[in-house]
């Protein structure tokens, strides 16, 4: 958990060190009341957008008769791989004038709704449908039943998924900064660039720290009052499809269209800036060089990042109590945090405890997992609690010591859950920006890296096959994790 | 099912592989603390300045003299802010701002060792700091770019402080965050004082300002008309016309040099500092002459469209020579006053 307290006690460091004039001075302000209304409105706007599109695209693929489900399952999904700051950039270049709040939110709203799509699609094929028929024969109708019972059984996972949305907007500067919305998190970045004002950068983060728990506070709410809708045994069925009939086309046309906006636009945009440029990226050598960089920091972020998830996640699954969730609340702070600040506070943790491993992967893989330690958390606890305690119990009835359930039983009972958690981590490794340029071992280019070199300079051409490379690498973890969610099974028949 | 974990079994070896690799590959590279002993033929830079900008530079440093450079690329404003939380501990030898304000920022710190004599001789005194600290190696000009569709040359403005009259209303792109544009607005406030400096940031902001991220941006938006004029440095059509496949001269964009020492003529500089803990080391002394020498001061000419710093070397052809531009009489040791010019721009509402 310590890993999640370096950026809090080097804010607190920092921030004790401006003195209380200039906090007052920095924080006592009009415009930080405006900057902080306006986050908590992007988050609020593309939280919703995102809860509205992620919610009906999975019901769209694992309710209903919808032809070619699959493929649209994994054509939603795929917009996960698409970084911020390059569906920003294609965006601005299809439309130069495009700029503030709506626009912002708009690009928001597409890179991120399958954060709420990809855990609702799980839920929704693993809900027991024996609630909704006894809805039903109760004389409910169609969409009764799907008010009163369906979203009910999804909405621990509505919420969750609804909670990296709304932090992941906290935190993003790619999207905001490009199309020049005014938010905390561009003030923060704005007041490095200005006279590297380090102090109002830091004292500006904390509170980014307050809106954090507040929105945590709100979701902790709806947690407690949404129990667990698990099976109660019996076998394993698929819930009744709804036949679309005449809704068919406008349905695909609706997929399609979100889809065309979160993967054509960028995909146009980035072959037409590779065709009127003549710039040229690396030979091959170098570009399959990022690649392995990218690849390989990634991985090991998402390796120490499941090690530090592992116990946390189970903890929070088996031994729920105000410690633990304490703890799990803990590990979101830092997520909200701009890569900026948490890349600084491993430079100070670096600079001044572990010198050693200061500009080594490893610290930049500690970066990773001090931004992404709620992803892998919360797909463990998930994991998790879908399979029952009493399993394990029974194994240590019959004998066997704590370590051996946890190696035979719980573990392999978890994995599923640890192997979407470190795809999530992989793929979000993967799009990081600014903490990797704070952090990497000087002279290490990755994919993003060499992107933002090329694109500083205007040689966007040169720029398009790392962003292309980028988005193919992350379109892998993806897939893994649509497969994860159960989407691509074919058990599911009428 | 028995795929997904497959999949997942086969991601965790892979993750295991990875961090044994990664584990060699960290001995090789040995660590921050082993780097940056005196003489050892080696260096380390921090760039602020782009790596497709100056790499080809460096390579060619390398081989005339087999000092291995270990250049660290990431933006001016976040490597300053990195050696200032490093402090005395960073690996750093030698420091690549892109303007003369981050330099101050470090030099203030005292983190900055004073340069020899006969190496900043070779610049200008206007282009160096007066205690030896940092020297400027190219220079840059603020210029008005417009776009003659939009806007005739007989009607372009003689002074940047036309800008904020009515006709220019909604027509004016500019990057506040930039720090070129802060050393700008340090120089007013140099030149004119804080009064006329305040005036001029409300006045461009009541005056439908066309805010950009960066300078690039401004000039593409100017190029296509997108906006009629912007304030920007000389070099940023050199970079787009190059990524056309063009000549600065063939973009519809032109430059126009504000007139008669106005202060939108500033001229400022890129420039390097060596860190204190190098600074008896030879191979860090070698680099800043190599960046003073013809060969460099060439590249920054006809690669990055700068002006040279040294005489004897000609700058680049699609604007008028340094010496021919009515340039402002400020001395860039005025502009470290960057806090009073931060706190102005934010209270002037121009950024968040």
Known sequence: MAVALIPLAYLAVRTAEAGWDTIVGELWSTRVGLLALRSLGLATVVTTACVLLGVGTAFLVTRTDLPGRRLFAVLASLPLAVPTYIAAFAWVSAAPRLEGFW??????????????????????????????????????????????????????????????????????????????????????????????????????????????????????????????????????????????????????AALLGVAGLALGVPAVSLARRLAAGMSRPGALPEVLTAAGNSLTVSVAGAALTMLLALPLG??????????????????????????????????????????????????????????????????????????????????????????????TVTLPLTLPGIGAGAALVFLTGMKELPATLLLRPTGTDTLATELWTSTAVGAYAAAAPYAALLVAISALPTWLLVARSGLLDKEDRQ | MLATRRTTRVLIAASLLTIGLAACGSDEEGTAADLGKADDKQITVYSGRNEQLVKPLLDKFTQQTGITVNARYASTAQLAAQLVEEGDKSPADVFFAQDAGALGTVAKRGMFS????????????????????????????????????????????????????????????????????????????????????EEFLAGLKANDPQIRDGNGKIVEDVNSGVVPVGLVNHYYLGEIAKEKGTTPEALKVKLHFFPGGDTGALVNVAGVGVLNRSATDPDAQKFVD????????????????????????????????????????IDLNDLDTLDATVSMIKDSGLVP
Not at chain 1, 168 to 174: E, I, M, N, R, T
Not at chain 1, 353 to 368: F, G, I, M, S
């Open chain 1, 103 to 252: 626009p912002a939110a708009l690009v928001l709203t597409l890179c991120s709704y399958p954060y709420v799509l990809l855990p609702v699609a799980a839920a929704l094929r693993g809900a027991d449908p024996a609630q909704e028929e006894v809805s039903r024969s109760l004389r409910r109708s169609g969409w009764q039943t799907f008010t009163a019972v369906t979203l009910r059984q999804i909405r621990p996972a509505t919420a969750a998924g609804a909670l990296l949305v709304a932090l992941y907007v906290l935190s993003d500067f790619g999207a905001v900064s490009i199309l020049r919305a005014d938010t905390f998190t561009r003030a923060i970045f704005v007041a490095f660039d200005l006279g590297f004002d380090r102090t109002g950068a830091v004292v500006l983060s904390s509170v980014l720290v307050a809106l954090t728990v507040l929105l945590l506070a709100g979701e902790t709410a709806t947690r407690r009052r949404g129990a667990r809708y698990a099976r109660l045994g019996g076998a394993r069925r698929p819930a009744l499809r709804l036949r679309l009939g005449a809704a068919r086309l406008p349905a695909i």
């Open chain 1, 314 to 407: 189970l903890l929070t699954a088996r031994a729920p109590g105000p410690l633990t969730t304490a703890l799990d609340r803990l590990a979101y702070l830092a997520h909200a945090l701009p890569g900026v600040v948490v890349g600084l506070s491993l430079i100070f943790f670096g600079i001044n405890v572990a010198y050693p491993l200061y500009q080594t992967r490893w610290l930049l893989a500690l970066a990773y997992a001090t931004l992404f330690l709620p992803l892998a958390v919360a797909a463990v606890a998930g994991a998790a609690l879908q399979s029952p305690a009493g399993l394990e119990e029974v194994a240590r009835s019959l004998g066997r010591g704590p370590w051996t359930v946890l190696r």
């Open chain 2, 114 to 197: 004073t340069l020899s004599e006969t190496t900043v001789e070779k610049v200008p005194p206007t282009y160096r700091a007066g205690n030896g600290q940092w020297v400027g190696v190219s220079a840059r000009a603020r210029v008005l770019a417009y776009n003659p569709d939009q806007v005739p040359a007989d009607q372009l403005p003689n002074s940047v402080f036309d800008l904020t009259a009515a006709q220019w209303k909604g027509k004016v792109a500019f990057a506040p965050t930039n720090a070129s544009f802060q050393a700008f607005v340090t120089a007013i406030r140099v030149q004119h004082g804080d009064a006329k400096a």
């Open chain 2, 290 to 329: 190599f960046l003073l020498g013809t060969e460099a001061q060439t590249h920054f000419a006809e690669q990055t469209f700068e002006y040279p710093v040294i005489t004897g070397v000609p700058g680049p052809a699609y604007v008028p020579a340094l010496a021919d531009l009515a340039v402002p009489q």
